[in-house]
């Protein structure tokens, strides 16, 4: 019976629509065969379709796509008329996905209790039982949306194993791996997913399943399906390999968050976990990429059938490749501290050119530190390792070897495999550092024995299975990670399930200095905002452990390699620097190191720029953090403030510790949008009451005499001559201070010999650097003045921890010193000219704080009342607003401290020329050659 379009309600908009017979129809699948050119070819698939035998109505749906051949029309209407559950509709041509979704339309709008769809391409047949046998695999598995077959050809015959469990990681990364002849679930259709129409060169079907995917449906293979694929010397999907490169652009450009490391890592831990532990201690195996996601646990019998299946049909069974001997304790124990994904990254490394990668505890307090030192040739472990990691393809090596003499070798003092040892510092416990009662020596020799002794071992190259490889080996997904990301290794950790904002802050080093103390303070204000903060030290593998930072950071991670800080091939306004395609950027490791997150904070780390263009692209926001503007022994402004020039395309924002710098890089040409002030606060949190108690101690114990302190390295750029000529003058003339230098003893080239030893022919003592805050604390709180003649400066952060204890800071008017101290009110500027002008301030400043109480209560007073308020909360606030624009949905609860109060200028600030004594320096004609305005 011939229908018009108009007669039916809801029928698509067609030509023609012919229905074998009357009545409301019923299908529980429909077959759907677009048709384009194919006519004789047509008869075979619908013939195929007719035959189906299932309990249940199949309707074929022909879609006539404008074929311009007569015969289609003719063959369609034929069977249509012929056949009750035959329907032909004709369109104007719009390619094969266009085809496909009219007949999708049709079906879901005619048959109410349609349940699937399956689509069958006119040159292709299906056997009598497929539909039938696909539905009951289908309705045995909730989890299961789609059917997918293996691929048997004929033409060109050719048979492939699509048989593995199905992996999303394996069909977005590798492949497409789905045929469009697939049984399709109509809760799948009804979500939207579609053909892209604008898909007319090729993997049309692909991008299907893409959209599926992203929905959050998946497939199953079913292995006897019945489809048989015809296959010609020429055919569109050649054509399409033709241009694949630039279909894939689309693609990937379409599916963006598919592509993304976060959801390509979960797919992973998920499907092809990258780690095996085993439990030294247990017969039980845990499989993960991520340690700390939850993850499956196989008992050892298990997995060593899963070892043997694997040899036999690799594409089809896989394990992980890379295996780890550390007791779940040991893991807890790496954990705590933050260390574990990194350790497991580092091992993965290492592993590509070790054979074995031996790990050790030492207890260490004061320190986190990962330290890698190779061992071969029969060199000495200098202690019984805890844990061992190797590669699968090195254990599959020694299950074959015949002979176990190179591997029980691991049991003694000098190993023949080469070996790398880490050694990793940290707060360890006796019982973190102390070995299981199955060593993991003993634990790897256990699993190499249960391996070669299986009942499922069998010999080399024997298959299981008849069908052709085509897929890569399971075991091997990591790598299809890898090339996918464009990074190796990725690190090991998944996006957390809150979605909690993941900020990286890099470093060169993790030690005291200000540019760390500014970083941390940056981590403890993003922890309290709710974010999830992690450190990066791309030089030395140390961080030096602060009270206040403890529970700050999620995880702490060492490149743990050798890695330029400074230098490259190109060079910028006579800075040396490295690009992305430099070899040393080392791009696709760093790359892969600090994957995983969605901020990144640079901190004077110049080589990373080289890679950030690459980062920002994967759309992690990059930020910059500028402190300082260096200066060369010539005088010439020199360091990170140009790098910022150099690279500002690449920054999201740069953050800078000054008005001063800000404003010099607006004129430099960074663009005002991009730049955010952030006032210095104190290096490390201390109560107002503290600090109120610990200043009011200063007048304890005193004999009159001024105290002066200085703190930081003994070096030219601190100016430390200085100190050492205006402490030697004053004592000439009979002026007692009371000194305390606090710092490292550098070697100065320029005196050629040790500060400590000049210090000590005035009768004046250095002494140690002080790290811990107590003590700095107390420090500051004993001392009358804070002296900091420095050469170049950035905002100190000693300065405004000076001044919240009431001592008053003594500084040269040098980068933005002068935006933390007002002259003569809560401190004490020194002119910059010259070494002579610098002395004789500090000179004439110190001499009459030593003849005046009353002048050092007031500045005291006032510089105590500055220090109190800065806090880092409050500077930074811009930031957080920041970050609140770029991820509204995930720093919602932000919580926002108190817009910071306004600084009065120096300016506005009055003082009668009684308050200010005569013999201090003037200000007039002060030199800004070192400043950065």
């Known amino acids: 019976m011939l229908q018009q379009t108009g007669s039916r309600p809801g029928l698509p908009n067609v030509r023609h629509a012919i229905f074998g017979g009357s009545g409301m129809p019923t299908a529980t699948v429909a077959i759907v065969i677009p048709v384009f050119k194919h006519s004789v070819l047509l008869t075979e698939a619908i013939d195929a379709a007719l035959e189906q035998e299932a309990p249940f109505n199949i309707a074929v749906v022909i879609v006539d796509d404008g074929c311009p051949y007569p015969e289609t029309g003719q063959t369609a209407r034929a069977y249509a ?529 080289a890679i950030f263009g690459e980062l920002r692209r994967r759309g992690v926001k990059v930020v910059n953090y500028v402190h300082v503007l260096d200066s060369s022994e010539l005088g010439r402004p020199a360091g990170h403030p140009y790098l910022t020039l150099a690279y500002e395309h690449i920054y999201d924002s740069v953050l800078t510790c000054s008005r001063d710098m800000a404003e010099w890089l607006h004129g430099m040409g960074v663009p005002m949008a991009k730049l955010l002030h952030i006032p210095n606060a104190a290096g490390y949190p201390l109560a107002g009451e503290d600090a109120k108690a610990l200043a009011e101690s200063r007048t304890l114990g005193r004999d009159g005499r001024l105290r002066a302190v200085f703190l930081g390295r003994l070096d030219r750029q601190k100016g430390i001559e200085r100190i050492f000529a205006a402490a030697r003058a004053l004592k000439q003339r009979g002026i007692g201070i009371d000194w305390r230098i606090v710092g490292s003893d550098v070697m100065d080239a320029d005196t050629g010999g040790s500060w400590k030893d000049r210090f000590a022919e005035v009768g004046i003592r250095v002494d140690p650097p002080i790290y811990d805050n107590r003590h700095l604390s107390r420090l500051m709180a004993w001392a009358d003045v804070f002296v900091l003649p420095s050469r170049w400066e950035g905002a100190p952060l000693t300065i405004i921890e000076a001044q919240r204890l009431g001592c008053i800071p003594i500084a040269t008017d040098v980068g933005a010193v002068d935006e933390l101290i007002d002259h003569k009110a809560d401190g004490v500027l020194l002119r910059a000219e010259d070494d002579g002008v610098a002395t004789h301030d500090l000179i004439a400043a110190l001499e009459a704080l030593s003849k005046s109480e009353k002048l050092r209560q007031s500045l005291s007073a006032k510089a105590a009342s500055r220090g109190a308020e800065r806090s880092w909360e409050k500077s930074l606030q811009p930031f957080l607003r920041q970050l609140h624009t770029w991820f509204p949905d995930q720093l919602q609860s932000i919580r926002r401290a108190k817009a910071p109060a306004a600084q009065v200028s120096r300016s506005q600030t009055v003082y009668g020329p009684a308050r200010e004594p005569a013999s201090f320096p003037p200000r007039h004609q002060r030199s800004r050659q070192s400043s950065v305005r």
């Open 81 to 609: 008329l012929a056949y009750e559950n035959v329907y032909y509709l004709k369109k104007a041509n719009g390619g094969l996905s266009s085809a496909r979704n009219y007949g999708i339309d049709f079906a879901l709008r005619s048959f109410s209790d349609l349940e699937a769809i399956y689509f069958l391409d006119a040159d292709n047949r299906i056997t009598p039982s497929a539909i039938r046998v696909l539905m009951d695999f289908m309705r045995s598995n909730d989890e299961i949306d789609w059917v997918y077959p293996n691929i048997d050809k004929f033409g060109i015959e050719w048979s492939g194993n699509y048989t593995t469990a199905y992996s999303r990681l394996l069909h977005v990364t590798f492949d497409n791996i789905c045929e469009a002849g697939s049984l399709v679930s109509r809760s799948l259709l009804d979500a939207g997913v579609r053909f892209d129409e604008s898909m007319k060169s090729g993997f049309e079907d692909w991008d299907f399943w893409l959209q599926a995917i992203s929905l959050g449906f998946k497939g199953s293979n079913y292995p006897f399906f019945g489809f048989e694929y015809r296959q010609r010397a020429e055919s569109m999907l050649r054509d399409s390999n033709r241009t694949r490169d630039s279909i894939l652009s689309y693609i990937k450009d379409k599916h963006k968050k598919l592509f993304s490391t976060d959801t390509l890592l979960g797919w992973e831990h998920e499907e092809a976990p990258r780690f095996v532990a085993f439990g030294a201690d247990t017969y039980l195996v845990d499989l993960f990429t991520d340690p700390v996601a939850q993850h499956e646990t196989r008992s050892i019998e298990e997995f060593v059938k899963t070892f043997w299946s694997a040899q036999a049909e690799p594409e089809t069974f896989g394990v992980p490749p890379f295996w780890l001997w550390l007791s779940p304790a040991h893991r807890a124990a790496l954990n705590g501290c933050g260390l574990l994904h990194n350790v497991l990254w580092l091992g993965e490394r290492l592993s590509a050119s070790h054979h074995f990668v031996a790990l050790r505890f030492e207890s260490d307090k004061d320190k986190l530190a990962i330290e890698v030192n190779t061992l071969g040739d029969g060199a000495e472990l200098s202690k019984k390792p805890l844990g061992w990691m190797c590669s699968l393809s090195i254990m599959k090596q020694c299950v074959e070897d015949k002979s176990d003499d190179w591997i029980r070798t691991l049991r003694g003092a000098t190993p023949s495999p080469k070996i790398a040892e880490v050694v990793i510092r940290g707060p360890f416990s006796a019982e973190n550092i102390q070995g299981t009662a199955l060593s993991a020596t003993n634990s790897l020799l256990a699993t190499l024995g249960a391996l070669r002794e299986s009942g499922y071992r069998h010999g080399p190259d024997k298959r299981w299975i008849w069908r052709s490889v085509y897929f890569p080996e399971r075991s091997k997904y990591y790598e299809l990670l890898r090339h996918s990301v464009g990074a190796s290794p990725i690190m090991p950790r998944l996006a957390s399930k809150t979605k909690r904002l993941r900020v990286g802050l890099l470093l060169p080093i993790a030690t005291y200095g200000g540019v760390e103390k500014v970083a941390y303070a940056t981590a403890r204000v993003l922890k309290n905002a709710g974010c999830e903060v992690h450190l990066y030290v791309l030089g030395k593998p140390v961080y030096n452990r602060i009270a206040d930072n403890d529970g700050v950071f999620d995880s702490i991670n060492f490149l743990a390699d050798d890695y330029p800080l400074w230098g490259g091939p190109n060079m910028f306004s006579g800075h040396e620097l490295l690009m992305g395609h430099d070899e040393y950027a080392r791009s696709e490791e760093v790359l892969g190191f600090l994957s995983g997150l969605d901020v990144v904070i640079n901190n004077q780390l110049a080589p990373a720029n």
